[in-house]
Nanobody, 118 residues
Framework: EVQLVESGGGLVQPGGSLTLSCAASGFTFSTTSMRWVRQAPGKELEWVST????????FYADSVKGRFTISRDNAKNTLYLQMSSLKTDDTAVYYC???????????RGQGTQVTVSS
């Protein structure tokens, strides 16, 4: 059974930084492409970033390009999202997910809340 557990969210001021982590188990993490998605209040699920199984290449939504960095440690079965220059529009619940199928159907964790506010 796929299990994904996100952590690292919190309250941060605009311009601040946070790093999210996702611990994966129940599948072969090292051969699975992964992604981060987010859902803001009242909005649909939004794709944020994808990373291939080897760590390259990586892809980003235009809204986060240059500010967010996705990475992974296959030895630790862990996915990361480094977020900097955070904006109020980045406020959302962030989920890690396998990059299989659509973002609405692929398995994801319970999410971690990121709130950007002064």
């Amino acid at each position: 059974e796929v299990q994904l557990v996100e952590s690292g969210g919190g309250l941060v001021q605009p311009g601040g930084s946070l790093t999210l982590s996702c611990a994966a188990s129940g599948f072969t993490f090292s051969t699975t492409s992964m992604r981060w998605v987010r859902q803001a209040p009242g909005k649909e699920l939004e794709w944020v970033s994808t990373i291939y199984s080897s760590g390259r290449p990586t892809f980003y939504a235009d809204s986060v390009k240059g500010r967010f960095t996705i990475s992974r440690d296959n030895a630790k079965n862990t996915l990361y999202l480094q977020m900097s220059s955070l904006k109020t529009d980045d406020t959302a619940v962030y989920y890690c997910a396998t990059a299989i199928g659509s973002i609405n159907s692929s398995p994801r964790g319970q999410g971690t809340q990121v709130t950007v506010s002064s």
